[in-house]
Each structure stands twice: as structure tokens, then as C-alpha cells.
């Protein structure tokens, strides 16, 4: 069995910042990529940021220069670092991860609960 536990979202004026924690658990063997994604009302859900085990990157443009995903692999966590946050970030926040159970020999997509994140003055 194979968890993503999502925390950290909130209400925040905008300018202001959070940090989304994504922490997975269970028979993992490895883990390919994590990332974040955010649905707004009345929109569809959208890619915010990737990261690959290795570090490597990819955002969204508008939140390039804004926000930072980590990774901590020995955590088997992911962190969205999301400053100068503008009322346009209200969304529900979720993480997903493409990783590989024990004996498994390919790789699935998991998701986290959703986290509402929230900017307004």
C-alpha cells in the first residue's frame, strides 16, 4: 500500500507564503518523479512544478521565479515553497507521485489528498 500525505496549505495575504509538504509511504521501492498540481473553481486542474529523484525541474510559467519544489528522497518527501503568492494561486493543491512498489516492475501514479491553499487581502 502506498500513501501521499499532503500538508501545509492555508489562507495567506497576498505577498505572502506557504510550504506544501508531500510525504509518501508504504512498499516503495523508488520513486520516479513528484510533483504538484492545483485545481481553481470552475477550472481545470493544471502542472504546477515536477521534480525527478535527481533533481531535476520543471514549472509552470507563472509561477517560475515564485515557487520551489524540493525533493528529499531519503523522506520519500516533496516540498512546494510558494512566496509572493497572488490571489490567482487560490487553488486546491495536490501532490502526485510516479514511483515503483516493491516487486513491482513498473512505475504508477499516486495522489495525495488536496490542500486548499488560499490568498486573499
Known amino acids: 500500500q502506498v500513501q501521499l500525505v499532503t500538508s501545509g496549505g492555508g489562507s495567506v495575504q497576498p505577498g505572502g507564503s506557504l510550504r506544501l509538504s508531500c510525504a509518501a509511504s508504504g512498499s516503495i521501492f523508488s520513486i520516479k518523479n513528484m510533483a504538484w498540481y492545483r485545481q481553481a473553481p470552475g477550472k481545470e486542474r493544471e502542472l504546477v512544478a515536477v521534480i525527478t529523484s535527481d533533481g531535476s525541474t520543471n514549472y509552470r510559467d507563472s509561477v517560475k521565479g515564485r515557487f520551489t519544489i524540493s525533493i528529499d528522497n531519503a523522506k520519500k518527501t516533496t516540498y512546494l515553497q510558494m512566496n509572493r503568492l497572488q490571489p490567482e494561486d487560490t487553488a486546491v493543491y495536490s501532490c502526485?507521485?510516479?514511483?515503483?512498489?516493491?516487486?513491482?516492475?513498473?512505475?504508477?501514479?499516486?495522489w495525495g489528498q488536496g490542500t486548499q491553499v488560499t490568498v486573499s487581502s
Open positions: 502526485n507521485a510516479a514511483l515503483r512498489q516493491t516487486y513491482s516492475g513498473h512505475y504508477d501514479n499516486y
